[in-house]
């Protein structure tokens, strides 16, 4: 890694002084006494580009050390605060959930997926319409992934050389194709803040060692050749660190694509099908290797409440997951305990709120009965009530664990909530 400077200067690619996509100085801020921003001999460079971040580690060490931190990521429709999940809205919108929702819930960066757009409605006609964030009316900053992960999952109906994925849709079983510039060129069309270079994960801990390399080298030529497609000087664009599951490809490819000249690096192929001890392992390989670089870490995929706590010790800052959302659909509901699945029988006479206290739209008004019935009846209110708080209690949990970051109380906080969750976890 060539250094903060070289980072510094390729932040500004495509940028003008005057690019209506500069935020915020630094100033603003106030001071950041933080390893990981990019400062010349003066202070913080004022960056022309698409974002900012600035980072935070964990000031007053605990009993414990951790790699945790807090951060600020500015886009051109806001500002993120960091470690924070992202509510993934595949089909432009959040399932169940409008903006005000989303706005109500806490969430305040969404990601939606390139895949599902380009085949549906079509990213071109998105941009005839004004762009994702006119279409979904949604003002806040989105991140789209680059539809690498959708079509490598297509299992038999897709093939990859090394320009590129063909594959059959899902929806009419039309033949279609991906490769690292269309995949910019939608995400272009889409017009998200932050777009994600085309990559080829494999299942982490299904493949073999020469499947792993095969794929993390053609993720690194795709890479390059998504840097050079990409020319929208208002959009970020993040990499993709892979590797699997092997020490020394993970710091291969930590160390190629940190060298690249990307606004954040995305660590992908986890959140799959390994342990919590394997992704915990592949983590402290790559985390370390960025400990001085100033972009922010998103580990892709990951929505469970002991993961996020997991991967923010191991010093993560951005997350996503259709799972809260999911499994909120299928009436179970996250508390600090551990779940409640409503459409158990003994939650029909329940009139208590599903979680005292909860500032959701469903704790505030309705009982654990009333959601039990809807679940029951099939009513489409279920499903909306559910995922609000589902997605109310995952970011508010993030906005624990920035506020005990600040307080150098992250790592009791971690232990109190582990503790929480495993011994009274309700019986279904
Ligand atoms: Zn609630």
């Known amino acids: ?66 790699r945790a931190r807090s951060g600020r990521l500015t886009t051109a429709h806001g ?14 919108t959040v399932k169940a959930l409008d903006p005000d929702d989303l706005r109500e819930v806490g969430a305040t960066i969404v990601l939606s997926n390139t895949y599902h757009l380009a085949l549906r409605p079509g990213h071109d006609r998105i941009a005839r319409l004004g762009g994702l964030h006119t279409f979904m009316a949604w003002d806040g900053p989105i991140l789209t992934d680059s539809g690498g992960f959708q079509v490598v999952s297509l299992g038999r109906s897709r093939t990859v050389d090394d320009d590129g994925v063909t594959f059959r849709s899902h929806l009419d079983g039309s033949l279609r194709r991906f490769t690292p510039e269309h995949s910019i060129a939608v995400q272009e069309a889409l017009g998200a803040d932050i777009a994600v270079a085309f990559d080829q994960p494999v299942p982490p801990h299904a493949s073999s060692r020469a499947e792993v390399v095969d794929a993390m080298e053609r993720t690194h030529r795709w890479a390059e050749r998504s840097l050079v497609a990409h020319g929208r ?42 342990t919590a001890l394997q992704r915990r392992a592949m983590l402290d390989v790559v985390v370390p290797l960025l400990v001085d670089d100033p972009r922010p870490r998103y580990l892709m995929g990951l929505g469970s409440p ?55 739209r469903l704790c505030r008004s309705f009982s654990r009965a009333y959601l039990a019935h809807l679940f029951r009846a099939d009513e489409l209110l279920a499903y909306r009530l559910a995922t609000c708080h589902n997605l109310t209690f995952t970011l508010d949990l993030m906005a624990r664990i920035r506020s005990a970051i600040d307080a150098g109380t992250f790592p009791e906080l971690r232990r109190q909530l582990i503790a929480d969750g495993s011994s009274k976890e309700p019986a279904e």
């Open 1 to 66: 890694m060539e250094g903060r400077r070289e980072h510094g200067s390729d932040l500004s690619r495509g940028g003008t002084p005057d690019s209506p996509t500069v935020i915020i100085g630094p100033d603003s801020d106030g001071p950041l006494p933080s390893s990981s921003e990019v400062v010349s001999g003066t202070g913080v460079r004022h960056m022309p580009g698409p974002i900012r971040f600035h980072a935070r580690p964990s000031t007053r060490m605990a009993i414990r050390p951790t």
């Open 79 to 92: 500002v993120v605060e960091t470690p924070q999940f992202m509510p993934v809205g595949t089909n432009a």
């Open 233 to 274: 000087a208002d959009q970020a664009l993040f990499g993709i660190i892979q590797g699997g599951l092997e020490p020394d490809l993970r710091e291969r490819s930590t160390r190629f694509i940190a060298d690249k000249a990307f606004d954040g690096l995305c660590i992908g192929g986890l959140a799959g099908d390994e």
């Open 306 to 360: 002991l993961d996020l706590l997991d991967a923010v010790d191991a010093g993560v800052d951005l997350f996503d997951s259709v799972l809260p959302a999911r499994v909120a659909r299928n009436g179970s509901l996250w508390v600090p305990e551990g779940r409640l699945n409503l459409r158990n029988a003994r939650f029909l006479d329940d009139g208590a709120p599903v979680q005292d206290g909860c500032r959701c």
